[in-house]
């Protein structure tokens, strides 16, 4: 991963990413520094949190699905990194998996059905998601819910398609 830019964000910029992340997934950041690091080549962007790569922003499903013609002021939105999400669990979002899933889920398989055991009422399609392990409550990957999070439970079908999980390049990101 290339670093494209890295810049401080301005305080409005805080308010944005703090006030969007503890209104979709009830997370209160605190720190004291925030800063934005492009990535060349990346679907997302990072938001180092006092230095750590706590939030990514990633393109919008309205915008996936369009094509890019060169416009850079495309929607973003903000999420939680794996790491940023074990640092300050959501509350809301989150899918979690039963053991059978975890060594699928970390190495970056979209989640199916059968290994959800509990799935946030409130996800709807489309939206970003954390997806937890039972034991311990650990987020292993984030990812693009396909349906409604009361319709993620069941026997059969892909549910959850993965963007980011425990050791791809953007957990391993160190700058």
Known sequence: MEVKSRHHL???????????LADQLGVDLDADTYELVELDGSAFDVVL????????????EANAS?????????DREPFLTVRGANDYPPKTRVVTVDAGAVSFVSDGADV?????????DAIAAGDLVAIAEESHGKVLAVGRAKTGGGDMVGDEGKVVESI??????LYEFNI
């Open 49 to 60: 949190v006092d230095g750590e790569p706590a939030v990514l922003y990633y393109e919008s």
């Open 164 to 169: 980011h999980h425990v050791g791809d390049d």
């Open 10 to 20: 301005r305080s409005d910029e805080v308010a944005d990413v703090e006030d969007r």
């Open 66 to 74: 369009e094509e890019s013609n060169g416009d850079e002021s495309r």
């Open 112 to 120: 199916m059905r059968p290994g959800i055991v509990e799935a946030d």
